[in-house]
């Protein structure tokens, strides 16, 4: 028998979780739709096997329900503590909390030349193997990074942490400016924020590139838009029209109560941009309307690396419980 009937229906996630890591790189959206049917076959499979455990009469009974409990009553709660402190988003919370439902436990997969995954913890508990994996992975990437910039030549002390892009490639890309007119900082402008505000006046970011003197008058926004979400458009274009903005000159370079009527902005919309400010997004429009290229944090989803931490799991088992042993550690 290649696995049991439960191990078998639980493989769903892997395809599903290509799905969405291939979905949150494009988008950095995720439908909630996504984790029901997968947090059916969770609870599906998760009682069949309590059910051929029960009445608990030895040792492995006792392990299978310590570990479920394990799965269910730490990993959820440390997914859940997570996003509340910001650390993850709310769609990688929902995504570790439906791996602790469909793997409280190990796997086993029997294939003709040996069983899988190759590597078991003394705990046993799947979905910290998956989360430590994708944790692994994670760590990997600023490495990527520091490579990349290396041989692109863009060294700075950000080149672990972030990547060198064109100003006009902003409207198409994700995550956070490190950049604002003071410098480099970790807590710039949002890029869903900035197509937010472009949406909601109407423009372009090219069309305020333009005439920044002119954009920056809080009198020059007329009529105001849906300002969405944020999210990239599906065709990867801007929204608005240049042509309808008037061109820089028109204003000369005074001081305004409310520079590029950020205050408005964030007064009009419905929630709080992603946590902008008016300063925020000021000295974010700063510096798009100036520079030519900007330092952008990577905007990497923890999607990926959970994907990733589960096929690695599936395939081999827990990354880190392996380089521990082959150190002596364990």
Same mark, same amino acid.
């Given at each position: 028998?290649l696995?049991?009937?439960?191990?078998l229906?639980?493989?769903?996630?892997v395809p599903?979780?290509?799905w969405?890591?291939?979905?949150?790189?494009?988008?950095?959206?995720?439908p909630?739709?996504?984790?029901?049917?997968?947090?059916a076959?969770?609870?599906?499979?998760?009682?069949?096997?309590?059910r051929?455990?029960?009445?608990v009469?030895?040792?492995d009974?006792?392990?299978?329900?310590?570990?479920?409990?394990?799965?269910?009553l730490?990993?959820v709660?440390?997914?859940?503590?997570?996003?509340?402190m910001?650390?993850?988003?709310?769609?990688?919370?929902?995504?570790?909390?439906?791996?602790a439902?469909?793997?409280?436990?190990?796997?086993?997969?029997?294939?003709?030349?040996?069983?899988?995954?190759?590597?078991?913890?003394?705990?046993?508990?799947?979905?910290?193997?998956?989360?430590?994996?994708?944790?692994?992975?994670?760590?990997?990437?600023?490495?990527?990074?520091?490579v990349?910039?290396a041989?692109?030549?863009?060294?700075?002390?950000?080149?672990?942490?972030g990547?060198?892009?064109?100003?006009?490639?902003?409207?198409?890309?994700?995550?956070?400016l490190?950049?604002?007119?003071?410098?480099?900082?970790?807590?710039?402008?949002?890029?869903?924020?900035?197509?937010?505000?472009?949406?909601?006046?109407?423009?372009?970011?090219?069309?305020?590139?333009?005439?920044p003197?002119?954009?920056?008058?809080p @009198?020059?926004?007329g009529?105001?838009? !849906? =300002? $969405?979400? /944020? %999210? *990239? +458009? &599906?065709?990867?274009? @801007?929204r608005?029209?240049a042509?309808? !903005? =008037? $061109?820089d /000159? %028109? *204003? +000369? &370079?005074a001081?305004?109560?409310?520079?590029?009527?950020?205050?408005?902005?964030?007064?009009?919309?419905?929630?709080?941009?992603?946590?902008?400010?008016?300063?925020?997004?000021?000295?974010?429009?700063?510096?798009?309307?100036?520079?030519?290229?900007?330092?952008l944090?990577?905007?990497?989803?923890?999607i990926?690396?959970?994907?990733?931490?589960?096929?690695?799991?599936?395939?081999?088992?827990?990354?880190l419980?392996?380089l521990?042993?082959?150190?002596g550690l364990v």
């Amino acid at each position: 028998m290649l696995a049991e009937p439960t191990d078998l229906l639980r493989l769903i996630a892997v395809p599903a979780f290509g799905w969405a890591a291939w979905r949150d790189v494009r988008t950095r959206r995720l439908p909630n739709r996504l984790w029901y049917p997968l947090l059916a076959v969770g609870v599906l499979a998760l009682l069949w096997d309590v059910r051929t455990h029960l009445p608990v009469a030895g040792i492995d009974d006792r392990l299978f329900l310590v570990r479920v409990g394990v799965s269910l009553l730490v990993v959820v709660p440390l997914a859940y503590g997570l996003w509340w402190m910001g650390g993850f988003g709310g769609a990688d919370a929902k995504a570790l909390m439906t791996l602790a439902l469909l793997f409280p436990t190990y796997p086993v997969y029997y294939l003709p030349w040996g069983a899988y995954p190759r590597v078991e913890t003394t705990l046993g508990v799947f979905s910290m193997t998956i989360l430590t994996n994708a944790v692994l992975v994670g760590v990997a990437y600023p490495v990527y990074l520091g490579v990349r910039n290396a041989l692109r030549g863009d060294l700075s002390r950000l080149m672990c942490f972030g990547r060198r892009v064109d100003v006009g490639a902003l409207p198409t890309e994700h995550g956070r400016l490190f950049e604002d007119e003071g410098g480099y900082t970790r807590n710039g402008l949002d890029l869903d924020a900035l197509r937010m505000y472009l949406r909601w006046r109407g423009t372009t970011l090219a069309a305020l590139r333009a005439a920044p003197t002119t954009h920056r008058d809080p @009198e020059s926004v007329g009529e105001t838009g !849906d =300002p $969405t979400d /944020g %999210a *990239v +458009d &599906d065709d990867g274009r @801007e929204r608005g029209d240049a042509s309808d !903005d =008037p $061109t820089d /000159g %028109a *204003v +000369d &370079d005074a001081e305004f109560d409310d520079p590029w009527a950020a205050e408005r902005f964030l007064d009009e919309i419905d929630g709080s941009a992603y946590g902008t400010t008016p300063e925020k997004l000021r000295e974010g429009l700063e510096v798009v309307t100036t520079e030519e290229t900007v330092w952008l944090s990577p905007g990497i989803p923890f999607i990926v690396p959970v994907f990733l931490g589960l096929c690695v799991a599936l395939a081999y088992g827990d990354l880190l419980f392996a380089l521990l042993r082959a150190v002596g550690l364990v």
